[in-house]
Nanobody, 121 residues
Framework: QVQLVESGGGFVQAGGSLRLSCAASGSIFRINCMAWYRQSPGKQRELFASITSGGSTNYADSVKGRFTISRDNGKNTVYLRMNSLKPGDTAVYYC???????????????WGQGTQVTVSS
């Protein structure tokens, strides 16, 4: 009964910016690690940004310096700010939470529905 709902995808020209949001629903006490993955046609889903409950972040080299992951624990939301977008960033973007602690129990390996980001040249 907990879900992750993404928003903010769309079309943008190379060099532009987008901000994605992913909000978790439910009576949530704590969310452990949250992350962003992306998947392009014919490629495996790629982990490129993660953030711990304490706010420590990690980035793949492909996005380091351009993308910023952040979270608002009070809103149970993770964000992704994408700057200097490139055509190679075109993909379906998925948010992820490894463990969500709720009044009903612990939910593991939760995924958002995915949102399309298309960067044109």
């Amino acid at each position: 009964q907990v879900q992750l709902v993404e928003s903010g995808g769309g079309f943008v020209q190379a060099g532009g910016s987008l901000r994605l949001s992913c909000a978790a629903s439910g009576s949530i006490f704590r969310i452990n690690c949250m992350a962003w993955y992306r998947q392009s046609p014919g490629k495996q889903r790629e982990l490129f940004a993660s953030i711990t409950s304490g706010g420590s972040t990690n980035y793949a080299d492909s996005v380091k310096g351009r993308f910023t992951i952040s979270r608002d624990n009070g809103k149970n939301t993770v964000y992704l700010r994408m700057n200097s977008l490139k055509p190679g960033d075109t993909a379906v973007y998925y948010c992820y939470a490894d463990k969500i602690f709720t009044a009903e129990g612990v939910w593991s390996d939760l995924w958002g529905q995915g949102t399309q980001v298309t960067v044109s040249s």
